[in-house]
T-cell receptor, first 112, second 112 residues
Framework: GESVGLHLPTLSVQEGDNSIINCAYS??????FIWYKQESGKGPQFIID?????DKRQGQRVTVLLNKTVKHLSLQIAATQPGDSAVYFC???????????FGTGTKLQVIP | ETGVTQSPTHLIKTRGQQVTLRCSSQ?????VSWYQQALGQGPQFIFQ???????GRGNFPPRFSGLQFPNYSSELNVNALELDDSALYLC???????????FGNGTRLTVT
């Protein structure tokens, strides 16, 4: 069945370094991908999205890369800050109504 | 711009009881989705409402039902509560089509 999986459950990064969070997806019909950040006690917060006709998209300090050949998605965070500490989810939407499928998440810990 | 608000924030119910959770969507958004998030897991899609009708459903039994009102607010109803229904219930609003979901901070339901 369709699934969104993450390679690492926990990622520890020194403050100021760049972070890379990886994600594999299995539904080749997915045409829209989203990264969310979830802080403790809060709902997921939209970070950045990318459509399947693109392979890279940049935001403020964040970049999402999409490799459709190997069904791989990554989130790069530049100059990681303590406020970036959270659980990050990649999510995919196979189109039509928005049955967005989430992975289990990667916890990012920023070391001061 | 008012974000997604959910009520109540916390709720304790007994097995077999019924519960209603409420959600006000972000202004301008006409689609509402509900997700269940177990501890340490990613959100799981329950269903989506558009124009007051359910237009997509995940792998949840019929005792999970919902409503969307003309002002786009929504309710999630769960009958015959089971212990495994204990989770964070998230509401998300969006515009129709592939667009980012905007989440509320959820309702934490505990079933004893």
């Amino acid at each position: 069945g369709e699934s969104v999986g993450l390679h690492l459950p926990t990622l520890s990064v020194q403050e100021g370094d760049n972070s890379i969070i990886n994600c594999a997806y299995s539904n080749s019909a997915s045409d829209y991908f989203i990264w969310y950040k979830q802080e403790s006690g809060k709902g997921p917060q939209f970070i950045i999205d990318i459509r399947s006709n693109m392979d890279k998209r940049q935001g403020q300090r964040v970049t999402v890369l999409l490799n459709k050949t190997v069904k791989h998605l990554s989130l790069q965070i530049a100059a990681t800050q303590p406020g970036d500490s959270a659980v990050y989810f990649c999510a995919e939407n196979p189109g039509g109504y928005q049955k967005v499928t989430f992975g289990t998440g990667t916890k990012l810990q920023v070391i001061p | 711009e008012t974000g997604v608000t959910q009520s109540p924030t916390h709720l304790i119910k007994t097995r077999g009881q019924q519960v209603t959770l409420r959600c006000s969507s972000q202004s301008g958004h006409n689609t509402v989705s509900w997700y269940q998030q177990a501890l340490g897991q990613g959100p799981q899609f329950i269903f989506q409402y558009y124009r007051e009708e359910e237009n997509g459903r995940g792998n949840f039994p019929p005792r999970f039902s919902g409503l969307q009102f003309p002002n786009y607010s929504s309710e999630l109803n769960v009958n015959a509560l089971e212990l495994d229904d204990s989770a964070l219930y998230l509401c998300a609003s969006s515009l129709e089509g592939a667009s980012p979901l905007h989440f509320g901070n959820g309702t934490r339901l505990t079933v004893t």
